[in-house]
């Protein structure tokens, strides 16, 4: 049983905990002390210390709203945000039992019930999360989608790749900044419809992580492909596999390592750009409420800004986690280590 807690705290990245497994089996109380000390209490410090100097530093930074908020002011405006998404929930369902009870009386009259009206209130600070979230995924799984099958092409045959290769390095440093006018005027010319299924804003936002995000994962693919042991391919020869056979029970399996670290890279990049594109392309998630806040000039703009700030962050955080886990459970060295 510890064993298998052992290993599954390995597989999720969360080794700090192991330590603490130890303890409560007995294996060596002192040293287990002495490592969890190190691995927990030394973080805890040095955020305990962060806070402390955010305090003080947050007393003397006076801005055109006001001291710069603290830890205290900055958690106060966190309790604010839940407190209006628990309100906005509340509206929510008070609206839609006001329309179901309407029609009950009309049923009850022997009239037709009216279509019930979709909630149109402004999203809150929850919403938008999730539509950061849902908006870089559906642009990471596009980039994944480009940036894997060239990857393999290109680590296959050297003279696709020769020519390849400049495009890739010419394109691959480029702004978000740069490429969001380009993104915003060709959808607004290709999605010409008056019922969008998805907002012009969402697919602006998308198609600019999808850009800037593909080329981690094409570079690494490409690496992990063209570093195949030769003897590989030479079996594939004499087995006379064909193409697909060849991709899908040699190649992905030998360079998935190299892939999922592309992808562990391409996530990140996407997390940061999505911020910049949807202040820009206003699409309504966490880019938006930062600058919506920015704007607004409020005297608790700058708390709720901060708030944005840390969020965002440990979104990022808990990302770049699931994709070393997923990477950590398709790697051929599963004593390699995560941090």
């Not at 599954?8 to 000390?37: C, S, Y």
């Not at 290769?165 to 060709?186: C, D, G």
Request: proline residues 5%; positive net charge; charged residues 15%.
């Amino acid at each position: 049983m510890i064993n298998s807690s052992i290993r599954f705290l390995e597989l999720t990245g969360m080794n700090w905990l192991i330590p603490l497994v130890n303890l409560m089996a007995g294996r060596n109380p002192k040293a287990q002390i002495t490592e969890l000390f190190k691995v927990i209490g030394v973080p805890i410090a040095a955020f305990a210390i962060f806070l402390l100097l955010w305090s003080v530093a947050a007393k003397s930074i006076v801005t055109s709203l006001g001291n710069l908020p603290g830890p205290t002011q900055t958690w106060a405006q966190f309790e604010s945000l839940v407190e209006e998404h628990r309100a906005s929930r509340e509206k929510e369902a008070a609206f839609y039992q006001r329309q179901k009870y309407r029609n009950e009386k009309r049923i009850a009259k022997g009239k037709e019930p009216k279509k019930i009206r979709a909630y149109t209130g402004a999203p809150t600070f929850f919403d938008q999360i999730f539509t950061s979230l849902y908006t870089v995924f559906f642009g990471f799984f596009i980039a994944t989608a480009i940036a894997i099958p060239i990857g393999i092409i290109c680590g296959l045959n050297t003279t696709i790749y020769t020519g390849l290769n400049p495009l890739i390095q010419i394109f691959r440093p480029v702004s978000p900044l740069a490429w969001l006018p380009i993104v915003t005027m060709v959808v607004s010319a290709v999605y010409t419809t008056d019922d969008p299924l998805v907002p012009k804003s969402f697919i602006t936002s998308a198609l600019t992580v999808t850009l800037c995000s593909l080329w981690p994962t094409l570079i690494n693919t490409t690496v992990g492909v063209s570093s195949i042991d030769r003897d590989f391919i030479n079996v594939c020869r004499v087995l006379q596999l064909n193409w697909i056979n060849k991709i899908f029970k040699v190649v992905l399996p030998a360079s998935l390592p190299m892939i999922f670290t592309g992808l562990r890279l391409s996530l990140g990049v996407g997390w940061m750009v999505l911020i910049a594109a949807e202040m820009l392309a206003q699409n309504p998630g966490l880019g938006k409420f930062v600058w919506d806040e920015f704007q607004n000039g409020s005297s608790n703009s700058l708390g709720r800004i901060l708030v944005a700030v840390f969020v965002i962050g440990c979104i990022g955080f808990l990302l770049d986690r699931i994709m070393l886990t997923l990477q950590k459970s398709v790697s051929h060295d599963k004593t390699q280590d995560i941090r």
